[in-house]
Every structure is written in structure tokens, then in C-alpha cells.
């Protein structure tokens, strides 16, 4: 499942305990972001509850996208599912359905 950022706090759906978090740092002027989101939901899709999607607007939460130090558009960020804290990796641009599960699964290569 996908949720947005302020539902996240508070989602408890049906993802595994610690499973790991995909945010997805977008914008909805983002071309870029609007390509990759259909390939986005593909993906959360497929991979289930082994992750937790989370999409962030980075125009209504710019504190939050600084925080980050969110440089492009489309960002995705992955966190460690049980030290949310914790960076694992990102990538900035536009990633493909493939792309986007082997990102999640630490096969991703540049």
C-alpha cells in the first residue's frame, strides 16, 4: 500500500513488523514525478508488504524535504525497517517498475 506522509504517522495496515520504508520525495508540478508514479504503485504492488511506500510532497512539506536534503526530484529514499532513522540508500531521478523493487531489495545498480 501507498500512503502519504501525514497518513503514515498514524497507517497501520497490514505491512510486516519491520519492514522497510520507501519514501518517495515528490512534487505535483514534477513531471518526472508524474511519469514515475504509475511505475511507483506497480511496484508497491508487486513487493506487497515487504515495504512500506510512503509518498512525501515536498511543497507542503518543505521542512521536512530540507531535513532530508532532498536536491531532486523525484527522490527516493530507503530506510532501515526496524531503525527508521536510519538512511540505507537514495536515488534521485526517475527509476523504472524493475528499477524501483531491485532499489528496494538492495540490488539496485547505478
Known amino acids: 500500500a501507498v500512503v502519504a506522509a501525514a497518513a503514515a504517522a498514524t497507517s497501520t495496515g497490514g505491512d510486516a ?5 520507501l519514501l518517495d520525495v515528490y512534487a505535483t508540478w514534477c513531471g518526472p514525478c508524474k511519469f514515475m508514479e ?15 511506500v510512503v509518498k512525501l510532497d515536498s511543497d ?8 532530508l536534503k532532498v536536491g531532486g526530484l523525484p527522490t527516493l529514499i530507503r530506510f532501515d525497517g526496524g531503525d527508521v532513522s536510519k538512511e540505507v540508500e537514495r536515488m534521485e531521478g526517475v527509476l523504472t ?3 524501483i523493487i ?5 540490488n539496485f545498480k547505478r
Do not use: M
Not at 513488523?17 to 520504508?21: F, Q
Not at 504509475?38 to 512500506?52: C, F, I, K, Q, S
Not at 531491485?102 to 538492495?106: E, Y
Open 17 to 21: 513488523p519491520h519492514s522497510p520504508i
Open 60 to 67: 507542503k512539506y518543505p521542512r521536512i524535504s530540507s531535513v
Open 38 to 52: 504509475p511505475l511507483l504503485l506497480e511496484a508497491a504492488e508487486e513487493l506487497g508488504p515487504t515495504v512500506r
Open 97 to 99: 517498475k524493475d528499477q
Open 102 to 106: 531491485d532499489f528496494v531489495n538492495g
